[in-house]
């Protein structure tokens, strides 16, 4: 069995993507992760300046931080600029959006950003950290669950007589949640359906319940199910390695 979060934020990750194209952003800087995230996060950062005055922009900046408090942010400034930052390993559309108030709130009090500045001893004068996502706990999963920042997937396989009464019951727990899309990767092999499931999430919405956080337990005790009432063998078939799957079913909610 495979170990997983309990809960997990799901949703695309822009980490290595350009989201840009995607967003309004005119003063936050972003570059991209850089190696994976085993090696150097993504940044998604503004410096101001200059700073005079500023006092009731940082409150307002904060007072929205309280109400979007799912992401971890730093606040810092030196004797001539302040630096808004992100960091996270994984940036989702709610650190975008979020972003996104925050330089409305740069127009409203008419500040400046600059790309970059020759006094790098910044002091932090505020600090937001987002709670785990994963509940304090991990969990071995009964139908081995795999994941990526977007997608969660498993792996099985059934005889092909099972095959169309399978998938019905995959939709019918693909429609119990708020996901995006539900594919089918597929592999015959003799009289034997070799399955790679995933269940996607990409467009989320900022809000102030936090980002969107899925029960991977709860995915999991319905699967296994499933594939217990219909005989479906968890894990990939011996000879399957050579076939390429083929997309038999890519739906998508409306």
Same mark, same amino acid.
């Given at each position: 069995?495979?170990?997983?979060?309990?809960?997990?934020?799901?949703?695309?990750?822009?980490?290595?993507?350009?989201?840009?194209?995607?967003?309004?952003?005119?003063?936050?800087?972003?570059?991209?992760a850089i190696g994976g995230h085993a090696?150097?996060?993504?940044?998604?950062?503004?410096?101001?300046?200059? &700073?005079?005055?500023?006092?009731?922009?940082?409150?307002?900046?904060?007072?929205?931080?309280?109400?979007?408090?799912?992401?971890?942010?730093?606040?810092?400034?030196?004797?001539?600029?302040?630096?808004?930052?992100?960091?996270?390993?994984?940036?989702?559309?709610?650190?975008?959006?979020?972003?996104?108030?925050?330089?409305? +709130? &740069?127009?409203?009090?008419?500040?400046?950003?600059?790309?970059?500045?020759?006094?790098?001893?910044?002091?932090?004068?505020?600090?937001?950290?987002?709670?785990d996502h994963k509940n304090g706990y991990?969990?071995?999963?009964?139908?081995?669950?795999?994941?990526?920042?977007?997608?969660?997937?498993?792996?099985?396989?059934?005889?092909?007589?099972?095959?169309?009464?399978?998938?019905?019951?995959?939709?019918?727990?693909?429609?119990?949640?708020?996901?995006?899309?539900?594919?089918?990767?597929?592999?015959? &092999?003799?009289?034997?359906?070799?399955?790679?499931?995933?269940?996607?999430?990409?467009?989320?919405?900022?809000?102030?319940?936090?980002?969107?956080?899925?029960?991977?337990?709860? +995915?999991?005790?319905? +699967?296994?199910?499933?594939?217990?009432?219909?005989?479906?063998?968890?894990?990939?078939?011996?000879?399957?390695?050579?076939?390429?799957y083929e997309v038999l079913l890519f739906?998508?909610?409306?």
């Open positions: 069995m495979t170990q997983i979060p309990h809960k997990i934020a799901l949703g695309k990750d822009w980490s290595i993507l350009n989201p840009l194209d995607f967003f309004n952003i005119k003063f936050f800087i972003f570059n991209n090696n150097t996060p993504p940044r998604l950062e503004c410096i101001l300046s200059p &700073i005079n005055s500023i006092d009731s922009f940082v409150h307002e900046v904060k007072e929205l931080v309280k109400l979007y408090s799912d992401s971890n942010i730093t606040i810092s400034k030196n004797e001539e600029n302040l630096k808004i930052e992100f960091f996270e390993w994984e940036l989702y559309d709610y650190e975008f959006q979020l972003a996104e108030k925050i330089e409305d +709130l &740069i127009e409203k009090y008419n500040l400046n950003s600059i790309s970059k500045t020759d006094n790098y001893n910044f002091e932090e004068i505020f600090q937001n950290r987002r709670e991990f969990l071995e999963t009964k139908t081995n669950l795999s994941r990526t920042s977007s997608r969660i997937y498993f792996d099985c396989n059934l005889k092909i007589t099972s095959e169309t009464e399978f998938i019905e019951h995959i939709k019918s727990i693909f429609n119990n949640f708020e996901l995006d899309e539900l594919k089918f990767s597929r592999k015959l &092999i003799y009289q034997n359906v070799q399955f790679r499931i995933s269940f996607i999430k990409h467009k989320t919405i900022l809000s102030q319940n936090g980002k969107y956080v899925f029960d991977i337990h709860l +995915l999991d005790n319905k +699967l296994y199910q499933v594939c217990k009432d219909l005989n479906v063998t968890i894990g990939t078939l011996k000879d399957s390695y050579s076939v390429k739906t998508k909610k409306n």
